[in-house]
């Protein structure tokens, strides 16, 4: 395809207005037929739909109005000779396309757009006088169009809108395609949704291919009865269970970096737009390019800033960090060995189920108290990005969430070494709250959508009286905005949706590794609820919520981490469960079986350890595509630095 030729797209992006009641007069600039106006200059390509109560704003835009957009922001695209380079409208066909052939991916094409929507600010010389439905109001110069709308109410921030020919080939080739089990069209869902969600469901399928093996394993130890051998073949599950996952983490970041080369993604790119940048002015910290233009050449100045700044920057993060784990130690942990130990105690199920339904009721709100307080802590951190903001947050929530999942359990096992109700708890936990869960997460945003269609339904009835006519919702944009946006239940600001994918896959596998050796039927479980969990989320994303706002990373980002510290801890639980399994008396002897496994402790420790040396990270074909890249690139840059010389030596002087 010709780099000049234009790029035939659908309506990609969609601004709510509402429905004018009033009739202007008087003469006074109309604010909206300003902003489509304005839209038009700028070169976007308008479609005007009329909703019951809202008025949709539908946008695209050729190639080469995205092309000069992405060349003002200087967007870095990979080239053909391996380097990421500031894109160039004018040096088009030195940039990787991407997989389908497009020039830019959505998560490239959605930034572009945010920046020509809000770019439109006045360049008069005072302020214009805008009006809407009898209301004025002043723009004034330089403030951005768009934003002053959505301060006053009027307009509502650009949404992402589905391309629906996509939408349904992906229905039925994903979604709704039940046989394949695991397979996934991995590179129609980048390039529909941007790298960060294909990213989860790349992991999500990974994840549970390798879940067949610990399945049928702990299946085969729940039906086949070894009798006096039992004890002997746990320590063996337990062995094989931890090798296998830190073989998996090993072998999922050799497939993040074969992601890395096989998508056209710019390891520089740092795209935060759609999300709500926090005010980083009260920490009093300056970024790396600030102090550099407020030192200026001083080199002494310059490291002893750069110093200053990225220790006072650490002392914050570990300043939060406490605060959080004290209130989790203090506040969080008493809450749940109470609800833990009146658990045990009582004796009625009736009671017991009442009791939880309190419980859960309760939860919910420190949940939500404690993630309010850590998106506030994080607003004082020295972060250079939205994603690490947002894995900041990651780590701070997984806190509570981790206190809230597990500490019942250790009480169960470890102090009333009651296993018969620890099995009853992780069959809770991994069949009926997770059943529950898919249910909620695939039945809520129906159940919302229904609820605001309703609404728009019963005003514009209330608007029209006694009207006997039909109304109903018709245009497929306005279904769109009704649907419920992809968000996250905590920190909206930094996370979307996939923060509640991956907390709950993170919590399962928590539950499955820690408990392994008391319920070695749980990673049956997983795999049934992981297998269903592909196609559900699938369907959610495709037919029930909003298309999502795109995000650039390409990692899992704070998830590696956290899986890596949950098979840590399941290495020091399920040796705590062994103890109490072969020390029936209470006694606490060390005996040869006990030292023993102790000493299996700590060579599982060393494997979680070694086993990252013994399997590289990056692949080798993704190591030697690099380097010839970085080779290429050099021989370019010093040919072309030897033509200049060449070049200035042979004029004359």
């Not at 600010?121 to 723009?139: P, Q």
């Not at 005003?459 to 039909?470: N, P, W």
């Not at 006990?594 to 990252?612: Q, T, Y």
């Not at 840059?637 to 004359?652: A, T, Y």
């Amino acid at each position: 395809m010709n780099g000049r030729e234009e790029e035939r797209t659908g309506f990609e992006v969609a601004v709510v207005v509402p429905k004018r009641t009033v009739n202007e007069g008087d003469g006074s600039c109309d604010c909206v037929e300003l902003l489509v106006s304005e839209f038009m200059n700028a070169g976007l390509i308008i479609e005007r739909v009329v909703g019951l109560s809202d008025e949709f704003i539908k946008l695209a835009a050729p190639l080469e109005i995205l092309g000069r957009v992405a060349s003002d922001l200087q967007i870095r695209k990979p080239t053909h000779i391996g380097m990421d380079l500031p894109f160039q409208w004018d040096e088009v066909e030195a940039f990787v396309r991407q997989p389908d052939g497009s020039l830019f991916s959505w998560c490239e094409r959605f930034h572009c757009f945010h920046h020509l929507v809000y770019g439109i600010v006045n360049k008069n010389k005072s302020f214009v006088t805008l009006s809407f439905d009898g209301k004025e109001f002043k723009w004034e110069q330089g403030e951005s169009l768009l934003a002053k709308l959505e301060s006053e109410g009027i307009a509502k921030q650009p949404f992402p809108l589905h391309d629906e020919s996509k939408r349904k080939q992906l229905l039925r080739s994903w979604a709704l395609n039940w046989l394949d089990l695991t397979w996934q069209p991995v590179d129609e869902i980048y390039l529909y949704f941007g790298t960060k969600i294909a990213t989860y469901f790349v992991f999500l399928g990974m994840y549970t291919r390798w879940m067949f093996f610990p399945a049928v394993f702990g299946l085969t130890l729940q039906l086949i009865n070894f009798g006096s051998w039992q004890l002997r073949i746990l320590p063996i599950f337990f062995i094989c269970i931890i090798s296998w996952a830190v073989l998996f983490l090993q072998f999922w970041k050799r497939k993040n970096y074969a992601l890395l080369a096989r998508w056209p993604v710019s390891n520089s790119i740092r795209v935060d737009s759609g999300y709500t940048v926090l005010d980083m002015g009260q920490s009093g910290l300056l970024s790396d390019v600030e102090l550099v233009k407020k030192l200026g050449t001083d080199k002494a100045k310059e490291k002893e800033a750069f110093q200053r700044d990225e220790w006072f920057g650490h002392l914050l993060r570990f300043r939060n960090d406490a605060i959080i784990i004290l209130s989790i130690i203090c506040l969080q942990l008493p809450f749940e060995l109470a609800y833990a130990h009146t658990y045990e105690v009582l004796g009625s199920d009736l009671t017991k189920f009442s009791l939880t339904a309190v419980y859960l009721f309760a939860i919910q709100y420190l949940t939500k108290i404690g993630g309010i307080v850590s998106v506030k802590l994080i607003k004082y951190e020295n972060n250079k990005s939205t994603e690490y903001m947002s894995d900041s947050l990651v780590y701070k929530v997984f806190g509570l969430y981790f206190m809230q999942s597990y500490i019942g359990l250790f009480y169960h096992a470890l102090l009333h070494r009651n296993f018969t109700t620890l099995r009853q708890v992780l069959i809770q936990r991994l069949i009926v709250s997770q059943v529950l869960d898919n249910v909620m997460e695939n039945s809520l945003p129906y159940l919302k959508y229904n609820y605001k269609k309703y609404r728009a339904v019963n005003k514009k009835k209330y608007e029209k009286g006694s009207s006997t006519g039909k109304i109903q919702v018709t245009s497929r944009v306005e279904k769109e905005y009704l649907k419920p946006a992809y968000s996250a239940s905590i920190g909206e600001e930094l996370e979307d949706g996939l923060f509640d994918d991956f907390l709950e896959l993170a919590l399962q596998f928590g539950m499955a590794m820690m408990f392994a050796c008391a319920f070695p039927l749980a990673f049956s479980f997983t795999l049934l609820n992981n297998i269903t969990e592909i196609r559900t989320d699938a369907l959610k994303l495709l037919s029930m919520l909003r298309r999502p706002i795109p995000r650039a990373a390409a990692t899992i980002g704070a998830w590696l981490n956290i899986f890596q510290f949950l098979i840590v801890m399941s290495i020091c639980t399920n040796c705590a469960l062994l103890v109490c399994l072969y020390d029936r008396e209470g006694k606490w002897k060390i005996e040869p079986g006990l030292a023993a496994i102790l000493i299996m402790e700590h060579i599982l420790l060393f494997i979680k350890f070694g086993f990252s040396h013994f399997v590289p990270e990056e692949p080798a074909w993704v190591t030697a595509k690099r380097v010839k890249s970085a080779t290429q690139a050099q021989d370019m840059c010093s040919k072309q630095l030897l033509r200049s010389i060449s070049d200035r030596e042979k004029k004359p002087k």
